[in-house]
Nanobody, 127 residues
Framework: QVQLVESGGGLVQAGGSLRLSCAAS????????MGWFRQAPGKEREFVAA????????YYADSVKGRFTISRDNAKNTVYLQMNSLKPEDTAVYYC????????????????????WGQGTRVTVSS
């Protein structure tokens, strides 16, 4: 059974940093493209960052570009989201998601493209 478990969320002051982790089990991790999404209170879920299954390419939402970094360690079945220079508007529940790929090394930014989701980890940035 596929399971994605996020961790690393918490309360941080504006300008601070957090590192989110998402551990995958029940999957051949290197066959999955990975993404991070977030949902702020009263808003729809939005794309944050994605990484190809090889880790060779990454893609970011404009709102986080230059501040967030997505990476993965296929040996540890884990994807990370390093978040620096956090702003109050980054406050949200952050979800990781995975998409199984038979072949290719594409990036996906639409949440409907993903097959599996974690339960989310809450990030609160105070001003």
């Amino acid at each position: 059974q596929v399971q994605l478990v996020e961790s690393g969320g918490g309360l941080v002051q504006a300008g601070g940093s957090l590192r989110l982790s998402c551990a995958a089990s029940g999957v051949t991790f290197s066959s999955h493209g990975m993404g991070w999404f977030r949902q702020a209170p009263g808003k729809e879920r939005e794309f944050v960052a994605a990484i190809t299954r090889s880790g060779a390419r990454t893609y970011y939402a404009d709102s986080v570009k230059g501040r967030f970094t997505i990476s993965r360690d296929n040996a540890k079945n884990t994807v990370y989201l390093q978040m620096n220079s956090l702003k109050p508007e980054d406050t949200a529940v952050y979800y990781c998601a995975s998409k199984y790929l038979v072949s290719g090394d594409s990036i996906y930014t639409r949440d409907a493209a993903y097959d599996f989701w974690g339960q989310g980890t809450r990030v609160t940035v105070s001003s």
